[in-house]
T-cell receptor
């Protein structure tokens, strides 16, 4: 089944403890992206990647890191999480940037 | 001006009626436009994409694009209770896909 897989689905962590949210797609998509979704603010792009080893900042990149060493994987790294990063995170991929995205199931992160 | 705006508040429509959703965007060079549906607690799901001026129909959904007015709309005909969801407008520009905040649609049986 064609899909974008995110893990974990739910995560509660403490301020300052490094964490990684994984994202993997099995559709051979070139384009991958991370979004966060907050009430009243909608979906905001964190980082995106046009292809392997090519990443760029989105609207709200502060406090996040990404890497794209393989085409299928695009992990999101929070080096020192803070409570304002409590949010619902979505990974998405598409064949090319002009095509519609397929979204993962989401990761609900709580930083206390 | 926000990049992608969806200004309407929650929309309640009777079952069987037409739901109409509107979206405006600020980047004149945008070329790709999408509508996503998001059920509560779920991830967004692509329901329509449109790239040229005019109408595009897919089942009960019709997307309309007017690049001169920087305006995209979505019509849902014969609305069903299963259409109750939040609908997100998305516009591609500068290698990024920007989303509006969404419009909630409630279909009343």
């Amino acid at each position: 089944e064609a899909q974008v897989t995110q893990n974990p689905r739910y995560l509660i962590t403490v301020t300052g403890k490094k964490l990684t949210v994984t994202c993997s797609q099995n559709m051979n998509h070139e384009y991958m992206s991370w979004y966060r979704q907050d009430p009243g603010l909608g979906l905001r792009q964190i980082y995106y990647s046009m292809n392997v080893e090519v990443t760029d900042k989105g609207d709200v990149p502060e406090g996040y890191k990404v890497s794209r060493k393989e085409k299928r994987n695009f992990p999101l790294i929070l080096e020192s999480p803070s409570p304002n990063q409590t949010s619902l995170y979505f990974c998405a991929s598409s064949f090319q940037v002009n095509y519609g995205y397929t979204f993962g199931s989401g990761t609900r992160l709580t930083v206390v | 001006q926000k990049e992608v705006e969806q200004n309407s508040g929650p929309l309640s429509v009777p079952e069987g009626a037409i739901a109409s959703l509107n979206c405006t965007y600020s980047d004149r060079v945008s070329q790709s436009f999408f509508w996503y549906r998001q059920y509560s607690g779920k991830s967004p799901e692509l329901i329509m994409s449109i790239y040229s001026n005019g109408d595009k129909e897919d089942g009960r959904f019709t997307a309309q694009l007017n690049k001169a007015s920087q305006y995209v709309s979505l019509l849902i005909r014969d609305s069903q209770p299963s259409d109750s969801a939040t609908y997100l407008c998305a516009v591609k520009g500068n290698n990024r896909l920007a989303f509006g905040k969404g419009n909630q649609v409630v279909v009343i049986p």
